[in-house]
């Protein structure tokens, strides 16, 4: 079977690679290991000196290398088409004629791009990382921090960009009361769905997608976190803070809560492997550090590399995964997990299927300060509880993951789409 991943970035080929990316390059990873017939579409790349294990690599352009900034954010907005992306993927569909499109990521490359297999006749399932498609700001969250459950309408106006541009306030209302009809169009030229939790099929059929359009799939085990072995002890009192240096994924929250209990406890600190990613965000963040009186207990180290990421979650006593959003399958959640490691985790999305609390981990209300606090303390009260928890962590990826059990789930969903195809009337040409 010949399989064709389409996705906007890949980790070691492009400079920006997120969760999201890392969880595409573990499916084609995983699908090269079990001798599929894997190719890869995205943006130009970026590295050309990696060598990677697909067989054809493909390239496709887009709107925002002529104009990057306006392109990137009309789509996003307003209007998720690009027409030169579009047709660069068409293209390849149409030479390389593969079983199955397999999506992935395409805020650069816009929605257009879903449609184009089955313009060609070809089945596709699509991988949604985030919510994008019901929400501009991708994470179905208020300018107020509120989880919000209305989806994307007329009132986004008053919660994206609402001090750019004032002046045009109503055009952007009727720009966003019109984006449900538009993006709603390339979401139903896809067969399947993918998704990575239970709480995100639930949260894509509250929003009007059909269920029996919906698979399940979790994320795979990082097999090189779950086959290592611990090379160091966990040190009490270290917190690790892994990602982007944002507001949605709520660092904040894990600084605040410290600052409450560093005083019980001069063995806390935290160290943060952060990719910068909102610069008033990350001078907030250490404003607010140098206030609390946790400049010596809060070192920001950057990002380091998978080797070293294994031993710095292994040898942390907590990895802190403060989510704001409803995100259905955190990367680093589950590297921990599959590490070893006990996670602090809010209890929101995904998180709350993965982590039973108090068991394989710790969970707390996203934005509650005083809970994070709270069961801090549980943690440095008992902390032969928080290695207990990691062991039970591993235990637990490796039974959520199984890689095994997602090749076939996956596997099986492709095959049913190409046999379906296969079947269908074919229509006379008149």
Known sequence: MRVLH????????HHIAGGAEFATQRVIEEQVAIGLDVEVATLPIQNRQVRSAWSHHHEYGNLDHFVPRLAYAVKQLYFPSDPLAASGVAAIIARRRPDVVHFHNLHFSGLSVVQTARAAGVPSVWSIYDYWVFCPSFMLLTSGNELCVRGHGEHCVDCIGVRRARALKPVKRVLFGSRPGRFARPVASVDRLVVLSEPSRELLVQHGVQDSRIAVIP??????????????????????????????????????????????????????????????????????????????????RGKVSRADLVRELQGAFLVTVPEQWENMSPVILTEAMAAGACVLASRIGGIRHF??????????NRDDVPEFAAKIRFAMADPAAVGAMGEAARARAAHLFDPAVINRKTIGLYESLVDADASAPVEAVS
């Open 355 to 364: 982590v039973d609390d108090y068991r394989s981990g710790l969970l707390a």
């Open 219 to 300: 994320q795979y085990i990082w097999r090189q976190a779950a086959a290592s072995r611990r090379q160091c002890v966990p040190e009490t009192g270290r917190l690790l803070y892994v990602g982007w240096v944002e507001h949605r994924k709520g660092l904040h929250v894990v600084v605040e809560a410290l600052g409450l209990v560093a005083g019980e406890f001069p063995s806390l600190r935290l160290d943060v492997l952060g990719m910068p990613a909102n610069a008033g965000y990350q001078a907030m963040i250490e404003r607010r550090v140098r206030e609390l009186g946790l400049a010596d207990r809060v070192r920001f």
């Open 6 to 13: 389409v996705a906007d970035f890949l980790p070691g080929l």
